[in-house]
């Protein structure tokens, strides 16, 4: 069964720049998986980040523009999201997730319980 | 950028009955793109349907999912008091690799 924890600062000030990690464990990211961030501010809807593949090949939310950045470490089997420049609209609780595997679908199957961020002065 | 508009925003009904969640999205998209998604307080969303009318691992075959085009629905046939918890869609944009939108959520409550 494959278990994703994240981890995080917590508290943070604007204009710092957050960096998170997700651990996979019972599988690897090496996988033929796409893998995700996802955000969710308190009592709001879900906002995906932006996706990696082991090749390298990532893509971004547009609305988050270059302050974002995803990347994978192999060899310790993680995934890192980076986001500079934060402001309290970035306070939410930050999720990673592995796409489904089956070509031509789409979906989410596993996740993480979540790292609740919260930027404020 | 594609928007996703799920109805109603919430839905009153008691356990036994037959829940109707919908998901429109502002442009066509293809029914294989579609997630459905549930969530609970506190808890991480756990994935219901994937490629649109795909049940994933463990879940029970009252949820199904349907629709095509630029109109989705997610379907639970007769309500457990488990499932009132909120519920999301999601697609990615076809035409427009890799960009992921969700919907606004659809809250499942007990009438």
């Known amino acids: 069964q494959v278990q994703l924890q994240e981890s995080g600062p917590g508290l943070m000030k604007p204009s710092e720049t957050l960096s998170l990690t997700c651990v996979v464990s019972g599988g690897s990211v090496s996988s033929n998986n796409w893998w995700s961030w996802v955000r969710q501010p308190p009592g709001k809807g879900l906002e995906w980040i932006a996706e990696i593949f082991h090749s390298g090949s990532a893509h971004y939310n547009p609305s988050l523009g270059s302050r974002v950045a995803i990347s994978m470490d192999e060899s310790n089997n993680h995934l890192s999201l980076r986001l500079t420049s934060v402001t309290a609209a970035d306070t939410a609780t930050y999720y990673c997730?592995?796409?489904?595997?089956?070509?031509?679908?789409?979906?989410?199957?596993?996740w993480g319980r979540g790292v609740q961020v919260t930027v404020s002065s | 950028e594609i928007v996703l508009t799920q109805s109603p925003g919430t839905l009153s009904l008691v356990p036994g009955e037959r829940a109707t969640l919908s998901c429109r999205t502002s442009q066509s998209v293809l029914n294989t793109y579609i997630a459905w998604y549930q969530q609970k307080p506190g808890q991480a969303p756990r994935l219901l349907i994937y490629g649109g009318f795909t049940r994933a691992t463990g879940i029970p075959d009252r949820f199904s999912g349907s629709g095509s085009g630029t109109d989705f629905t997610l379907t639970i046939s007769r309500l457990e008091p488990e499932d009132f918890a909120m519920y999301y869609c999601?697609?990615?944009?076809?035409?427009?690799?890799?960009?992921?939108?969700f919907g606004q959520g659809t809250k499942l409550e007990i009438k």
């Open positions: 997730a592995r796409h489904v595997s089956v070509p031509t679908t789409r979906g989410f199957d596993f």
């Open positions: 999601q697609c990615q944009q076809y035409g427009v690799s890799h960009v992921y939108a």
